[in-house]
């Protein structure tokens, strides 16, 4: 069964590093997004990203953050200058179709610590 | 925007008994409620969801509930079994406003032996 991946599965970074995290969407989706969890919280929407361009952004998601997809395959998700409350599990997902409204699938997450 | 709250945030059975969790949702421009279910260290998956122009759906051992007057939606497991230990979530979302889910802050389920 096709999956959504996402690299790496655990980061640790000093506050003010760059990070970048990386998601193979499943093939034929056209809808990717990035949540946010903090350890113990709800699962929370970042972004949504839909033909090449953000879709919708939640207040999280700040001028320190940002999406790209840089190929086919890839959906990134950049944070620019870390601080200590970007300590999260970052999951990536993908639907097939935005008003569908489609099953989000979710990656294994990508956990980010940082110090 | 959209604001759901989930209950209990724990809740402890024993094997064979019912769970049950609620949820409500403040948008009425919501018209699909997921439920998702996240074991320890994994990622969340689909168990079930229903669409607005429904009052309830089951699959096998779970069902889930809607009252659209009321904005609320339940999810019911019965006969509950270790494996279904796990922190379950619920989620509102419209189906025309490219699949912005809105999650409720989470259950952790715990189905004593």
């Known amino acids: 069964e096709p999956e959504v991946t996402q690299t790496p599965s655990h980061q640790v970074t000093q506050m003010g590093q760059e990070v970048i995290l990386r998601c193979v969407p499943i093939s034929n989706h056209l809808y990717f997004y990035w949540y946010r969890q903090i350890l113990g919280q709800k699962v929370e929407f970042l972004v949504s990203f839909y033909n090449n361009e953000i879709s919708e952004k939640s207040e999280i998601f700040d001028d320190q953050f940002s999406v790209e997809r840089p190929d086919g395959s890839n959906f990134t998700l950049k944070i620019r200058s870390t601080k200590l409350e970007d300590s999260a599990m970052y999951f990536c997902?993908?639907?097939?179709?935005?008003?569908?409204?489609?099953?989000?699938?979710f990656g294994e997450g990508s956990r980010l610590t940082v110090l | 925007g959209e604001n759901v709250e989930q209950h209990p945030s724990t809740l402890s059975v024993q094997e064979g008994d019912s769970a049950v969790i609620k949820c409500t949702y403040s948008?009425?421009?919501?018209?699909?409620f997921p439920w998702y279910k996240q074991e320890l260290g994994k990622r969340p998956q689909l168990i079930i969801d229903i669409r607005s122009n429904v009052g309830e759906k089951k699959d096998q051992r779970i069902a889930v509930t809607l009252n659209k007057t009321a904005k609320h939606f339940s999810l019911h497991i019965t006969e509950t079994q270790p494996e279904d230990s796990a922190v379950y979530f619920c989620?509102?979302?419209?189906?025309?406003?490219?699949?912005?889910?809105?999650f409720g802050s989470g259950t952790k389920l715990n189905v004593k032996p």
């Open positions: 948008d009425s421009a919501s018209n699909y």
């Open positions: 989620a509102a979302s419209d189906l025309y406003n490219f699949n912005k889910f809105y």
């Open positions: 997902a993908s639907s097939v179709d935005g008003s569908g409204p489609g099953e989000l699938f």
